[in-house]
C-alpha cells in the first residue's frame, strides 16, 4: 500500500501535461509555428539540437535545416560554417546568403541573438526565455 501510495504522489496527475510542458521547455515549439505560418519552405539555420525537432515538424512543407544533430552527415567545413553564424564571428552573414537562410532561430544565450542579427537587419519575430527567432524580414 505504501508502494502505491508513493506512485500516486510521484507521478504527475496528467503525463501528457508533463510531456507537452517539458517539450515546451527544451524545443522552439513557439518559433516553429510562426516558422510555419511564414515561411512553411523557409531554410532555417537553427541550432544544431533543435535542427531535429524542424525537420521533425517542417520537412513537409518543404522547409530546411542549415544543420541538425547528425554531425556525422555534415562536411566539417559545413559545421564550421555554422559556428561561424551561431557565434555571429566575422563572414556570418555572406554564410546565411550564399545558403539563403530565410529564418535564424537560436536559444537567447547564443552570440547571434544578442544583438548581430538585429544589426545586420533581421528581424526579431519572437523572443522568449527558450527561442529567439528571426526572419529576412517581418510583414
Same mark, same amino acid.
Given at each position: 500500500?505504501?508502494?502505491?501510495?508513493?506512485?500516486?504522489?510521484?507521478?504527475?496527475?496528467? /503525463?501528457?501535461?508533463?510531456?507537452?510542458?517539458?517539450?515546451?521547455?527544451?524545443? /522552439?515549439?513557439?518559433?516553429?509555428?510562426?516558422?510555419?505560418?511564414? *515561411?512553411?519552405?523557409?531554410? %532555417?539555420? !537553427?541550432?544544431?539540437?533543435?535542427?531535429?525537432?524542424? %525537420?521533425? +515538424?517542417?520537412?513537409? !512543407?518543404?522547409?530546411? *535545416?542549415?544543420?541538425? &544533430?547528425?554531425?556525422?552527415?555534415?562536411?566539417?567545413?559545413?559545421?564550421?560554417?555554422?559556428?561561424?553564424?551561431? +557565434?555571429?564571428? @566575422?563572414?556570418?552573414?555572406?554564410?546565411?546568403?550564399?545558403?539563403? *537562410?530565410?529564418?535564424?532561430? $537560436? @536559444?537567447? $544565450?547564443? /552570440?547571434?541573438?544578442? &544583438? @548581430?542579427?538585429?544589426?545586420?537587419?533581421?528581424?526579431?519575430?519572437?523572443?522568449?526565455?527558450?527561442?529567439?527567432?528571426?526572419?529576412? !524580414?517581418?510583414?
Amino acid at each position: 500500500l505504501v508502494a502505491v501510495a508513493g506512485v500516486i504522489i510521484l507521478a504527475p496527475p496528467d /503525463p501528457a501535461a508533463a510531456v507537452r510542458a517539458s517539450i515546451e521547455r527544451e524545443l /522552439p515549439v513557439q518559433g516553429v509555428e510562426l516558422l510555419l505560418e511564414e *515561411v512553411p519552405d523557409g531554410r %532555417i539555420a !537553427s541550432w544544431y539540437g533543435w535542427g531535429g525537432y524542424v %525537420i521533425g +515538424n517542417m520537412y513537409d !512543407s518543404g522547409a530546411r *535545416v542549415l544543420v541538425d &544533430g547528425r554531425n556525422d552527415m555534415y562536411d566539417e567545413a559545413i559545421l564550421n560554417e555554422y559556428n561561424l553564424v551561431k +557565434n555571429a564571428e @566575422p563572414g556570418w552573414q555572406e554564410i546565411v546568403d550564399g545558403y539563403e *537562410v530565410d529564418a535564424l532561430l $537560436f @536559444p537567447p $544565450f547564443e /552570440p547571434i541573438t544578442k &544583438g @548581430p542579427a538585429e544589426d545586420a537587419g533581421w528581424c526579431e519575430a519572437y523572443r522568449d526565455d527558450n527561442e529567439v527567432l528571426y526572419l529576412r !524580414s517581418c510583414t
